[in-house]
């Protein structure tokens, strides 16, 4: 209740609080704010709705319990440049709405958001200006690769935990369609942390992103089908949310 008081601060951190949905409440009147850090399980949808009319570049939120419908409130700080929802109940319907209002993204991190597939990832396609994204742990495949080539500014992807990373051979055309690209997390990496700095040091051979065997990927995981697959939302009434 006291923070408000500080009307010019800019960045405030609230990792290890206690800090629940109604304590969102009283951060609404720091118009001036544009990095927070926050990280409760006792956050949730309801409590992202304080933040809508704040002027955010960077939002952290670890491990908040956090959906689809807490994307819509999100959706409406247009300012945002960098996005971190780790760890929540966040879907296809929420990255398709991200990927709709947040066109200023540079970096966005969705990591153990379990519910996010091919089909949600596809959507961040749109975001052309990141340089960051993190899909680790989320239920996307190896497929989702060759959605990602209008990412020309990326330099950072990370997808550990993925179905399919482990086979090298799907990043042959990684260097050549995300010229910028300077560093790569997946499950099997060279080194032991899982990190590829230079992607040419991938042991590959003769292939591509667009040229694979679908038996290597789970059926139910995959969403590697025809060219002319409809992979979009229509997402603009949040209602379709709510």
Do not use: W
């Amino acid at each position: 209740t006291h923070l408000p008081k500080f009307k010019q601060l800019r960045h405030l951190s609230l990792f290890y609080c206690n800090i629940s949905n109604s304590g969102l409440r009283h951060l609404s009147r720091m118009k001036a704010l544009e990095n927070l850090n926050l990280d409760s399980r006792d956050i949730s949808d309801e409590g992202l709705y304080h933040l809508r009319d704040l002027n955010l570049k960077c939002l952290d939120i670890f491990s908040g319990r956090i959906s689809d419908i807490g994307c819509v409130h999100i959706g409406k700080i247009k300012s945002l440049e960098c996005l971190d929802l780790c760890g929540g109940s966040i879907g296809d319907l929420g990255c398709a709405y991200i990927a709709d209002n947040l066109r200023n993204l540079s970096s966005l991190n969705l990591a153990q958001n379990e519910l996010i597939t091919n089909k949600g990832a596809t959507s961040l396609a749109n975001l052309k200006n990141l340089k960051a994204l993190n899909l680790s742990h989320t239920n996307v495949s190896v497929g989702v690769l060759r959605y990602f080539k209008g990412l020309r500014q990326l330099q950072s992807l990370a997808l550990y935990g993925c179905r399919g990373m482990r086979d090298s051979k799907r990043f042959t055309s990684l260097q050549r369609e995300l010229p910028n690209l300077k560093c790569l997390r997946v499950d099997g990496s060279p080194d032991s942390e899982g990190t590829v700095d230079n992607i040419s040091d991938i042991d590959v051979e003769n292939a591509s992103i667009d040229a694979y065997d679908d038996d290597d990927v789970d059926d139910e995981m995959s969403y590697e089908s025809d060219d002319n697959e409809d992979m979009s939302f229509d997402v603009e009434d949040p209602s379709d949310i709510y």
